[in-house]
């Protein structure tokens, strides 16, 4: 019943259930505005039924994503009470702008395109569309923006036991989030990539609507491969800043416990948590340090020498993570991104040698391949949060301190379980409403029953009524 534990868990479980349909809202986003945008360029029906289908499966997946946010900011005020009232001036304006710039952009326009089909030009209807991708694209930089002050603190002083904001341009243009952002950008392109590539082989398989699904397996296999290629760049420009501005977290990332100059980088690792020692590992030596700086050589620190640094800073505690956790998230995280970028490579081979509809058993790998984005997402963002316990902003407020000090552990089991169990149902809800109309398939013309826009009269009917 400890409440600083039991508001993690709660924060983590709604978090992770959020983060399953955000990256896939902004590369989806970005991959229908392309389709549509190749449409308007060509003319060629079937873009357009390629851009009416995956539209469809994006506003779903849009709306479940929007459902599951609002909960994440009144979190703020029912467990994290301290830590809101520590945070709230600098918090407050780039969620603010996020709220009314990139969130009301990507909303109305939203609107606009599902109902201007028979409305607007091509190219107008196809400009809603990419604004809808923009704005949520920039809606995830705005949040990034307030998730990276607590990560590396920038443009603030305390006054009052509070952190006041003194320059919003250095929270605008922390470093930390010019690290995160291509990293999450390029992680919405592969996960939208996979997806587009596992339906896409579902229907290729059951030879079902071939022209649609081997032209949206094209377009995949290029934007994942090039999306993973990313995700591993930005990955490694990441781990290099974190060495440099959270080296704790790096540290037990690779279960480091002890400093080396050269330092080595753990292939497997088996240690006493108790005693905070290895047992057994199998390193690949200068790897570490190689990666870390650009060169065979340079210190890593240890998380004992950390330790003991931390305690003279701060006092006496325990400044360490959950090692095991922080550990395997990381290798979770880069093996999941190896195998992403072996299948980005064979669908490039797919598609190179036009081949696609001939390699039935390597269509499979891809249909089964589209639950792991969300997987190495999910494990990324246990690394960035855990990694920095026990800190909630980084060297300046921890966990015990940003926790509501009113509310007691009952209340939030209470609210755990409520959220847990109405975010289930939310994502049953979504799993079952994307996987029927990825079954149904594209439209097959303007009369299809099952396109996004209702009939002008069923149009007219609605709005009379309201």
Do not use: C
Not at 234 to 244: D, E, F, I, R
Not at 393 to 409: A, H, K, N, R
Request: charged share 10%.
């Amino acid at each position: 019943m400890d409440p600083v534990f039991l508001a993690r868990l709660q924060f983590a479980v709604t978090t992770i259930y959020h983060f399953f349909f955000v990256p896939l809202t902004m590369g989806l986003s970005i991959m229908v505005a392309l389709m549509e945008t190749i449409y308007v360029r060509t003319g060629r029906d079937v873009f357009k039924r390629m851009t009416k289908f995956w539209g469809k499966l994006f506003v779903i997946n849009f709306a479940l994503g929007v459902v599951t946010g609002i909960v994440q900011e009144f979190q703020f005020g029912m467990n994290w009470a301290d830590f809101s009232r520590f945070v709230g001036d600098i918090f407050g304006a780039p969620l603010a702008i996020e709220a009314l710039s990139a969130f009301f952009l990507e909303s109305v326009f939203l609107g606009v395109w599902i109902f201007g089909w028979r409305r607007l030009s091509k190219g107008m209807h196809a400009a809603a569309i990419w604004l809808v991708a923009i704005g949520s694209n920039i809606s995830a930089l705005w949040i990034l923006i307030a998730n990276a002050f607590m990560q590396q603190p920038v443009g603030y002083t305390i006054e009052n036991g509070r952190a006041v904001l003194t320059n919003f341009a250095a929270v605008i243009f922390n470093p930390k989030v010019w690290v995160m952002f291509p990293h999450t950008f390029a992680a919405g392109l592969v996960t939208a990539a996979f997806f587009v590539l596992g339906i896409s082989a579902y229907h290729l398989l059951r030879n079902q609507h071939r022209e649609v699904f081997t032209n949206s397996f094209r377009i995949a296999a290029i934007i994942g491969s090039i999306g993973v290629v990313l995700v591993a760049l930005n990955g490694h420009s990441q781990a290099q800043h974190m060495v440099t501005t959270q080296p704790m977290k790096m540290a037990a990332a690779e279960a480091l416990w002890e400093t080396e100059d050269p330092a080595s980088l753990s292939i497997l690792t088996i240690g006493d948590l108790t005693l905070r020692n290895e047992v057994f590992s199998i390193r690949i030596p200068n790897l570490l340090s190689f990666l870390s700086f650009n060169q065979i050589y340079g210190e890593v620190k240890g998380i004992n020498d950390l330790q003991s640094e931390f305690e003279e800073t701060f006092g006496p505690g325990d400044f360490v993570p959950p090692v095991a956790i922080i550990y395997w998230s990381f290798r979770i995280m880069i093996g999941i991104g190896v195998l992403l970028l072996l299948l980005g490579l064979y669908g490039l081979f797919l598609v190179m040698g036009d081949s696609i509809e001939t390699h039935s058993t390597g269509l499979k790998l891809f249909l089964y391949a589209l639950i792991l984005p969300y997987l190495a997402n999910a494990s990324g963002w246990i690394l960035t949060e855990v990694g920095r316990v026990p800190w909630v902003v980084y060297g300046l407020l921890t966990l015990q301190e940003g926790i509501s000090p009113t509310v007691p552990g009952s209340l939030v089991v209470t609210s755990l379980v409520l959220f847990t169990l109405i975010y289930a149902a939310l994502m049953v809800a979504g799993i079952y409403l994307l996987a029927k109309y990825a079954r149904i398939g594209p439209p097959q013309g303007d009369d299809d029953p099952s396109q996004l826009e209702p009939e002008p009269e069923m149009t007219f009917v609605t709005t009379s009524s309201s």
